[in-house]
């Protein structure tokens, strides 16, 4: 998916590990969304940021720390893993007309 | 948190059939998304609808945003193997995003 790119898009952790997730869009977007996916669930909204400086808790925000030190890059951080956090982690970005556009995913296996 | 009902959640069809599925929710929504997710990928969005009573289509699909705000369908017609995958329904309200669970395609040749 060009415009959003997430890194890595394989990770297998121990608990109590931390690692960041990366994402970058070329959109020059303000908005930028960080999303979990497990299976038989929908999209589930960690954590958002509105603009570059801010961010905002999502539905599902306990585990994780973001930042959005500048317009393109969006980071979200798990300081220490735990076997919950096992999923498929989507960044996500609205387009112009306002529906969200997609990176690729990122899928972190805690053991 | 708020959810949407997507049904149903997994079908089994053959090549050629026409596929219909749903998505409701207790709430209104602004605009309802269609999306598609293959396996490894991210979702990809097949059609946005942004009033209430919309009919659009893009190629074999069509969907409609219905009338209460607070549904919406998708229709494939003459399925094809490639039309395989997860199909998901979000409905959007100023910045926030709600998505269903998903229904997952199967198309049998």
């Known amino acids: 998916n060009a415009g959003v790119t997430q890194t890595p898009k394989f990770q297998v952790l121990k608990t109590g590990q931390s690692m960041t997730l990366q994402c970058a869009q070329d959109?020059?977007?303000?908005?930028m969304y960080w999303y979990r996916q497990d299976p038989g669930m929908g999209l589930r909204l960690i954590y958002y940021?509105?603009?570059?400086?801010?961010?905002d808790k999502g539905e599902v925000p306990n585990g994780y720390n973001v930042s959005r030190l500048n317009k393109r890059e969006f980071s979200l951080r798990l300081e220490s893993a735990a076997p919950s956090q096992t999923s498929v982690y989507f960044c996500?970005?609205?387009?112009?007309?306002?529906?969200?556009?997609f990176g690729e995913g990122s899928r972190l296996t805690v053991l | 948190g708020q959810q949407l009902n997507q049904s149903p959640q997994s079908m089994f069809i053959q090549e050629g059939e026409d596929v219909s599925m749903n998505c409701t929710s207790s709430s209104i929504f602004n605009t309802w998304l269609w999306y598609k997710q293959d396996p490894g990928e991210g979702p990809v969005l097949l059609i946005a609808?942004?009033?209430?009573?919309e009919l659009t289509s893009n190629g074999r699909l069509t969907a409609q945003f219905g009338i209460t705000r607070k549904d919406s369908f998708l229709n494939i017609s003459a399925s094809i193997p490639s039309d395989v995958g997860i199909y998901f329904c979000?409905?959007?309200?100023?910045?926030?995003?709600?998505f269903g669970p998903g229904t997952r395609l199967s198309v049998l040749p």
């Open positions: 979000a409905g959007r309200y100023g910045q926030n995003f709600v």
């Open positions: 959109m020059n977007h303000n908005s």
């Open positions: 609808l942004y009033k209430a009573g």
């Open positions: 940021s509105a603009s570059e400086g801010t961010t």
């Open positions: 996500a970005t609205p387009l112009n007309t306002g529906e969200l556009f």
